[in-house]
């Protein structure tokens, strides 16, 4: 059990907080992406994370049964919710409800930084198959999102 207060040590950045990969899965397509896992309480059933995607980054497009509560920290980027995509800054809160296709992506010329909650006990994702794809970009604003 670690320690009651565990201090910043940097930006976003704590004591006894490892930085780790985002996701270790090969073959899950993702683009410089950082975790820490900040909260894993059994008892608060539900962990509390912080991700950051560096410039021109991005996260896994996926869906699952769980829904993401996410509260943006740093920089700005654009998010894909189900069928629409949203810009988003410091301290705008987004919501993933089940089953949405979502995706993070940072701006080309700033870091998206975000606290994300999530069920300690969750499905896996879901990576869209080459019919989800094709059914999401025949929504332009999806299309020029995918495309970066
Ligand atoms: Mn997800």
């Known amino acids: 059990m670690s320690e009651p207060v565990r201090p910043k040590t940097g930006n976003l950045r704590w004591r006894d907080v490892d930085v780790r990969a ?4 090969p073959d899950v397509p993702y683009r410089d992406v950082t975790r820490q896992v900040l909260f894993d309480d059994p008892a608060l059933a539900s962990q ?3 991700f950051e ?3 021109g980054g991005y996260t896994t497009l996926e ?4 829904a993401h509560a996410v509260v943006i920290q740093r920089g700005r980027g654009r998010v894909l919710v189900g069928e629409r995509v949203f810009e ?8 993933v409800p089940a ?4 995706q993070f992506r940072a701006a080309h010329d700033a870091p998206l930084g975000f606290l994300c909650m999530v069920n300690a006990t969750r499905d896996r994702p879901q990576l ?12 332009p604003a999806i299309a020029a999102f995918l495309g970066g």
């Open 48 to 50: 509390l994370r912080y």
């Open 99 to 102: 089953l949405a296709w979502h």
């Open 88 to 95: 988003v800054r410091e301290h705008d809160l987004v919501h």
């Open 53 to 55: 995607v560096a410039p």
């Open 128 to 139: 869209p198959t080459p019919d989800d794809l094709a059914r999401l970009c025949t929504l």
């Open 22 to 25: 985002y996701k270790q899965e």
């Open 63 to 66: 869906r699952h049964e769980h």
